[in-house]
Nanobody
Framework: QVQLVESGGGLVQAGGSLRLSCAAS????????MGWFRQGPGKEREFVAA????????NYADSVKGRFTISRDKAENTVYLQMNSLKPEDTAVYYC????????????WGQGTQVTVSS
């Protein structure tokens, strides 16, 4: 089992920045990749970004490329999402998740943190 706790959400004006953090505990030795997802009002959950744990390779949804940066601190078992040039359409609950090395699915999820971008 891996436990995840997100933090860093809040209210920000359009064009502003926020940094989300996600701290992992438990069987962290099994982590091969972590990702951020979001679910906006009335929308389905969508992928935002992911990073491999060993090499730090990242990939992003087209909607956030060039504005968001995902990174990880292996020593702290923490993944970050730096969000710049925020837009009202970025408003959502943001979740971090751990990808299973066996199934490839994201099997462990945090409780989510609210990000609200005002226009």
């Amino acid at each position: 089992q891996v436990q995840l706790v997100e933090s860093g959400g809040g209210l920000v004006q359009a064009g502003g920045s926020l940094r989300l953090s996600c701290a992992a505990s438990g069987r962290t030795f099994s982590i091969v990749a972590m990702g951020w997802f979001r679910q906006g009002p009335g929308k389905e959950r969508e992928f935002v970004a992911a990073v491999t744990w060993s090499g730090g390779s990242a990939n992003y949804a087209d909607s956030v490329k060039g504005r968001f940066t995902i990174s990880r601190d292996k020593a702290e078992n923490t993944v970050y999402l730096q969000m710049n040039s925020l837009k009202p359409e970025d408003t959502a609950v943001y979740y971090c998740a751990v990808q299973s090395p066996v199934t490839g699915r994201y099997d462990y999820w945090g409780q989510g943190t609210q990000v609200t971008v005002s226009s």
